[in-house]
Structure formats: structure tokens, C-alpha cells
């Protein structure tokens, strides 16, 4: 037996969903059953994300010396193979015959659910947010520690000057990850070169994207590198408060998140005079109510503080004019998320990673009607083709150079479709915008040829609507109009002119509207007009188009 052996149970909600904590505690009890027997049984580990969810609950092993495995769709009664696969030695009642080995029992047992590590899906992901999302017990700050976690807030403290760590985030390049993609030195700097007096840092971590679960597994996976990254920036912008903006449909991210900061005061990593410096600082939850437009910077401030969660215009941007009329520094989880190692490695580091106006890695939410589904986190120039192909395997069944793939929607409910056609498009900023479309925060569902394209539009149209605050009459009224318009072509009631009304439509909209919510709401419908016109065209009524006899080409659309 190899002393040290670990399965790692995978704790995100996605297995736990699965039914992942009946399989830990079935692990745990069967390695209790070893122990009893005189055997040395591996420890059983609940951590964040194993990255493919579609297909949980995983559970990793660990032996030392020996390549690493992972199992899918791991069952409670196959605890016990498990724990003698990392034994060597274990009794395994598997129903298989009599007089096996133990350990040809439990592969016995264990037949069909390993996964190949070497898969693409696997090998060509580059870790940074996630480099420990899946290794540690995020519930446990030793395990995090043990890792490396707060090292480099304790350099940071002891040898750099705020301007030191500001200039290192702005060499490498790192933009925002939140969507809009500012850079984040420059907005450190503008909140750190107001006048003198208060500041405020704040982690969005609202996550409004409905197909979007990257920060929502930073939180429940490796919550203590949000709590560094959070307070390397606080130091470097000067602030000593900061607030964590988490939607309530995140119940186990926001547990082990207070548990982070309850662990993190306790070692003297938040607080008064932080590794012993003249540093302080007070970091505390904020629960919100799930709006989208929470999403947008003053709304998500307007909730914090108690109020309706609407925009209010720009400027005062927050970074000038925050919380409390202080300036106030914004970061979603991913982005604070890749400070420790931006400083642990350099700015030149990661600098190095992507391309010239996209540095750094990305981390993806794959999903719709795709192989594999789950979390990649990539360098940032990768092509669509690469993350929903090579590594997400294209429509189950799907044919052809496209892998059956029509479309792959990008940035959520603000972003846009891009056709198969163009899957050779690396993921960066310019690129995606240039299609109609956008990073946002990084959400891609990918969808089949029977699609419908504009009944694809329909659906962002109507969640525009549903999360719409209504202060400003282009999105409260536009956006209706337009779900309305949307209609005709999926019911195939339009008419040629309908066309020219859908795109005046979203022009006024987008130009018009106070917020971003707003201005981007036509992108799913601007893109799928640009790159399947045939589709609306067909949907008119005129002899040339659909008839109702059921002839129209476009199918029903799944649900993004």
C-alpha cells in the first residue's frame, strides 16, 4: 500500500447536486471499515470543482509516485472500491467472483467511469484562478495555506509600496473579468490617486449571467484567494474596507465564504495590523437579491447600501464617487482572483500568457447541447473550435468539420451568437466584440443545427425584460417591444418590414439606454440577424418564406 493516499471528493454544487456528499460520507465510512481492519486508508478530501460537472459526482485519487485518476458518476456503493483502489489492500465486496485480488476488484468495480487525464478537456487547460480549486478543502485555511495562500499578502506587506503592486498588475496586462474588460491597473490607479480620505474595494461576485458559474466555484472551491486578492488590492488602492456582493441563489459559496473570513481574522490575515504592519482591513458579506443589473457597478453599490438596485448615470464613475461619495474600487471574483499569482510570478508573467490586447488565462462555463460540460480556464487567443470541440467533444452525435455545432453563444444575455463557420475565432476581447458579440463573464453554450436562431433571440429578449429595472424608458419599453417583434418571427406571423423595425429597434435601445443591461440587450438579436438573416427572412409570411404548413427550416430551440 503507498502511504498518503488521497481521494478527493468533489464538494461544488454541481456534484453535490449529483449527489456527491452521499459518496463522502459512503467514502468516509469505508475507510473507517479499513482502518478498523488494520489497513492505512487514504484520506478522504471534500474539495471545489473537478471542472467536468456534466458528469458527476468525481471523485479524484492520489497515490504517490503513481499518475493521478478520476472517476465519473461515482456511486455511495462503490465507496468501498474505491477506497481499495488507493489502498492496494482492502476487503471490496464489488459482486464479482470470488478470490480477486483486492485490487482487481475494485477496477472491477470501478469498470467504465475513469476518466482520461490526457484528454484535451483536461490537458490543455492552464490554471491560474484555478490552480487550487479542486486540490484544497475549501472549508479548511491549512489546506489553503499549505498551498501557498496569504504568502504573497505577507510580501506584499513587508517590501512593496502600493505604487509597486500597482505598476506589477498594470505590466501584466490584466483586464477586467467581469465583461467590460477595463484594464485593472488603471482603475486601481484612478481609485488610488483621488483625494485623500476613505476608501473602498468591492468584489462583484453577483454572477448574473444565468449560464455563468466560474465565480460562483472560485467561492465554494478556494474562497481564501479571493480573501488575498481582496486585500492585496485594498492595500494597494489605500482602502480599509471592502465588501463581498454575492447573489442569495449562492447559499453554499456564501457559507464557506463568511467561514474564509471568520478563519482568515483568525490568523490575522484581515483585521488590525495585518502581518504585523500598520495595514488594516475589514472585509464583510453583502447578500443581494439576484437581479441582473445588480451586475452593473452603481446598481450593485445602490444594493449594498440598501436601496433599490438601479443605475444611476456616469459620471461620477465609482471609482471617483463610490460608496458613501468615496472612491471605490470594483473587481469581479476572477480578476481579484488572479492577483496572488500575478505577484507570486510577475506581471511579466502573465503578461507572457494570450495575446497582445487579451493577457492572461480566461475561465469558461461550457455548456448546452456539447460532450463535456464544466469549468476551462484557458489562455486568453484560444479558439472557439479548441474549447468546444477539442475539448468540450461538439454535440453528442454530432457530424461534419463542426461536430453538429450551429452556434456558440458568448457573454450571457448581453452577448451574442457566432456561427459555426467561425469557430476558428481565437477568444479574446477585440475579436468577439467584432463578431456582434462579447466575453462577458465568461458563459458559453453552445447549440445545435436545429436550432432556432431567432427563437434564441426571443429567449435573451424576455430575460431583458424579466431583469430590466425600468428607470429608463428605452430598456423598460424598448426591450418589450422588441420580445413582441421577436415573436412574429418565431410564430411566424412577420412580414418583410418587421425586419427593418426589429433593426431600428435595437439601434434606439442600445444607443439610448442608461445602463448596460440596456445598451447591450440587442446584441442577440443584432448578431443572430448578422449571421442568420435566412432565418428571419424564412419567417416571414410572404410566398417565398415559411408557410404554416410546417415547412419552415427552423427548429425548436433548447433552452440556454
Not at 498551498?147 to 501584466?172: C, I
Amino acid at each position: 500500500m503507498a502511504a498518503g493516499a488521497c481521494l478527493r471528493c468533489c464538494g461544488a454544487s454541481g456534484c453535490r447536486s449529483a449527489g456527491s456528499e452521499a459518496v463522502r460520507q459512503a467514502l468516509e465510512g469505508a475507510a473507517e471499515r479499513a482502518a478498523a481492519a488494520g489497513q492505512a486508508p487514504p484520506a478522504i478530501r471534500p474539495v471545489g470543482c473537478l471542472r467536468l460537472c456534466g458528469r458527476g459526482p468525481l471523485v479524484a485519487l492520489d497515490r504517490p509516485q503513481q499518475p493521478g485518476r478520476l472517476f465519473a458518476a461515482v456511486r455511495p456503493e462503490q465507496a468501498a472500491a474505491l477506497v481499495a483502489a488507493a489502498t492496494g489492500a482492502a476487503e471490496v465486496a464489488c459482486g464479482v467472483e470470488p478470490g480477486m485480488a483486492a485490487s482487481a476488484l475494485a477496477e472491477a468495480a470501478l469498470a467504465g467511469q475513469e476518466l482520461d487525464l490526457g484528454h484535451p478537456f483536461f490537458a490543455l487547460q492552464q490554471p491560474v484562478v484555478l490552480e487550487n480549486c479542486g486540490w484544497i478543502d475549501p472549508t479548511a485555511i491549512d489546506d489553503a495555506l499549505a498551498r501557498g495562500a496569504y504568502g504573497q499578502l505577507q510580501r506584499v506587506l513587508s517590501g512593496f509600496t502600493p505604487e509597486a503592486v500597482r505598476e506589477q498588475v498594470k505590466r501584466s496586462g490584466l483586464r477586467g473579468r467581469g465583461g467590460a474588460g477595463y484594464p485593472t491597473g488603471l482603475k486601481w490607479d484612478t481609485v488610488a490617486l483621488q483625494p485623500p480620505g476613505p476608501r473602498t474595494v468591492v468584489c462583484n461576485a453577483d454572477e448574473g449571467d444565468p449560464g455563468a458559474f466560474m465565480d460562483r466555484s472560485v467561492l465554494e472551491g478556494d474562497p481564501h484567494r479571493l480573501i488575498e486578492g481582496m486585500a492585496i488590492a485594498a492595500y494597494a488602492v489605500g482602502a480599509a474596507q471592502g465588501y463581498v456582493y454575492v447573489r442569495a441563489e449562492y447559499p453554499l459559496a456564501i457559507e464557506r465564504l463568511r467561514l474564509a473570513l471568520r478563519q482568515a481574522r483568525s490568523r490575522g490575515f484581515l483585521g488590525e495590523r495585518i502581518a504585523g504592519t500598520g495595514f488594516r482591513l475589514r472585509l464583510e458579506v453583502r447578500v443581494g437579491a439576484g437581479a441582473y443589473v445588480c451586475g452593473e457597478e452603481t446598481a450593485l453599490l445602490a444594493s449594498i447600501q440598501g436601496q433599490r438596485g438601479t443605475p444611476r448615470p456616469r459620471p461620477p464613475f465609482p471609482a471617483q464617487v463610490g460608496l458613501g461619495g468615496a472612491p471605490t474600487l470594483i473587481n469581479n471574483v476572477e480578476t481579484l482572483a488572479a492577483i496572488p499569482a500575478i505577484l507570486r510570478e510577475g506581471g511579466d508573467w502573465y503578461a507572457a500568457i494570450g495575446t497582445e490586447g487579451s493577457r492572461g488565462t480566461k475561465v469558461f462555463a461550457l455548456s448546452g447541447a456539447v460532450e463535456r460540460t464544466g469549468l476551462v480556464e484557458v489562455p486568453m487567443g484560444t479558439s472557439l473550435r479548441t474549447v468546444v470541440l477539442t475539448m468540450g467533444g461538439g454535440v453528442p452525435g454530432g457530424e461534419g468539420p463542426h461536430g453538429g455545432i450551429k452556434a456558440v453563444q458568448t457573454g450571457g444575455p448581453s452577448g451574442g451568437c457566432i456561427p459555426a463557420a467561425l469557430l476558428d475565432t481565437p477568444v479574446d476581447y477585440a475579436r468577439l466584440t467584432a463578431l456582434g458579440s462579447m466575453m462577458g463573464s465568461g458563459g458559453m453554450v453552445v447549440m445545435g443545427e436545429s436550432t432556432s436562431m431567432p427563437e434564441v433571440a426571443r429567449h435573451f429578449m424576455r430575460f431583458s425584460v424579466q431583469e430590466s429595472c425600468g428607470k429608463c424608458v428605452p430598456c423598460r419599453a424598448g426591450t418589450v417591444q422588441l420580445a413582441q417583434l421577436l415573436d412574429r418571427f418565431v410564430e411566424r406571423r412577420a412580414v418583410p418590414q418587421d425586419l427593418e423595425r426589429l433593426e431600428q429597434l435595437c439601434a434606439m435601445v442600445g444607443r439610448t439606454s442608461l445602463c448596460g443591461l440596456g445598451q447591450a440587450a440587442p446584441n442577440p438579436v443584432l448578431s443572430t440577424l448578422r449571421h442568420f438573416r435566412h432565418e428571419y427572412e424564412a419567417a416571414c409570411r410572404e410566398p417565398s418564406g415559411c408557410q404554416t404548413s410546417g415547412s419552415c427550416p427552423i427548429g425548436e430551440a433548447p433552452r440556454p
